[in-house]
Structure formats: structure tokens, C-alpha cells
């Protein structure tokens, strides 16, 4: 399903990340935007309040974690995130992962997720996890409009002040790829609420 001749445009500015399209064809992000995956399978998680150390609102579906053994549970998930899961998890994404970016992810902790975020969900300014050798998140929604919210902002540091020094939207089959360190600043804007948006991604952690 993903389409691996799909190739990265490098970015520097403010930090080094990468930001590809058409990893997915119109008609792969119909069919899995037909048979997503049951909202009672997410977690909902909320930290936008309290002594926490990022704020955030999401809800969330583990897929694949080869440190703690869990693998998916693909009896749980149409054909179309089948197809899905499984070339996430595969050696040839790693290998087109390896081609675009030059990070080897060979052998690492690699933990992979499913994404969504409602009406003013958000994820607050961090550089993420400094061991995070890379992390790659794919969109999937259908038909985003350019007024929907979500969109990923990049920072040059912590200082809200100036605002973010580029964005992305969260266009279906885009695919953002970023390795952490202390420059890393990024965020997720509020999904725009009272239109009943869903923003939908998957994504995969590899951890040094």
C-alpha cells in the first residue's frame, strides 16, 4: 500500500527533518478512511492540565512494540489497515527509511501507534524524546481542509514569542521524519473544533 518510490525533501530550517507526499494513492486513503479502526480500541489521553511535563490531547492505539513483544492484533483491523501495519513493519519501509534519511533503524526499539485527534486536541511545543534515533508519522486523513487545524509547526526553540518557523499540514498521505535532539522543537496546532474533523496518522518510534 505505502508507495516506497515516494522520495523526502530534506529540511534544515529550523532543524534537520524530512517531508515526503504520496505515500499513499487516493483510493488507499478512501478505503481506510471507510473501515478505520473502532473508537473503542483508543485510549483516551489527556495532559493539558496539572504539574505534567508536556501537554497534550489524543487518543491513541497501540500497534507494535518488538522491546515489550506486543504485536498487532490484526483481527481487529480491516483489510485495508492490514495492508497497512504491515508494510509499516516491514524490512523494505525500513529500507526506503534508511534510503531517504540515512538513519539505519536496523535492530532498534521500535514501537508504532495509531493517532487521533477531536475537536481542539493538540500537542504542546517539545523537542520529543532526545532518544529517539527517528520518528516517522504518516497521515491519513481524507480530504483535510486547510482551515482543519492539526497542522505540525517547527520552532527554533522554546520561545513562543516569534511563532513557528514553517508549518506542514496533515494531508493525507504526507509523511513527516524527524531524529531528536535539543534543537527539535516542534508542536501539533488545536484540531479546529465543531465540525467533527478527525485527525488521523500512524506512526513509528525507533529508540537508540
Same mark, same amino acid.
Given at each position: ?15 534537520? !527533518? ?6 499513499? /494513492?487516493?483510493?488507499?486513503? $478512501?478505503?481506510?478512511? $471507510?473501515? $478505520? ?10 495532559t493539558s492540565t496539572g504539574d505534567v511535563r508536556r501537554r497534550y490531547r489524543s ?40 534510503? #531517504? ?7 532498534? !526499539? ?15 511545543? /517539545? ?25 505540525? #509547526? ?24 524527524? /531524529? $531528536?535532539?535539543?534543537?527539535?522543537? !516542534? ?5 479546529? #473544533? ?12 525507533f529508540f537508540a
Open positions: 500500500m505505502i508507495n516506497l518510490d515516494a522520495r523526502l525533501e530534506t529540511c534544515d530550517h529550523p532543524f534537520r !527533518h524530512f517531508r515526503g507526499a504520496g505515500l499513499l /494513492s487516493a483510493r488507499s486513503l $478512501a478505503d481506510l478512511n $471507510a473501515t $478505520a479502526p473502532d473508537p473503542d480500541l483508543f485510549k483516551r489521553i489527556d487518543s491513541v492505539l497501540p500497534l507494535a512494540d518488538n522491546k515489550s513483544g506486543l504485536t498487532p492484533d490484526l483481527d481487529v483491523l480491516a483489510p485495508p489497515w492490514r495492508e497497512l501495519v504491515t508494510d509499516l513493519l516491514s524490512d523494505e519501509f525500513t529500507g526506503w527509511i534508511r534510503r #531517504e534519511t540515512g538513519v539505519d533503524t536496523t535492530g532498534l !526499539h521500535r514501537r508504532s501507534e495509531i493517532f487521533r485527534h477531536y475537536d481542539g486536541d493538540f500537542e504542546d511545543l /517539545s523537542t520529543g524524546k532526545l532518544h529517539k534515533k527517528l520518528y516517522v508519522s504518516l497521515h491519513v486523513n481524507e480530504n483535510w481542509p486547510s482551515d482543519g487545524g492539526g497542522e505540525w #509547526e517547527f520552532w527554533s526553540g522554546p520561545d513562543k514569542s516569534a511563532g513557528p518557523a514553517s508549518t506542514m499540514s496533515p494531508a493525507g498521505g504526507t509523511a513527516w521524519l524527524y /531524529s $531528536a535532539s535539543t534543537s527539535s522543537w !516542534h508542536q501539533m496546532a488545536p484540531v479546529s #473544533e465543531g465540525r467533527g474533523l478527525v485527525r488521523q496518522w500512524v506512526s513509528v518510534s
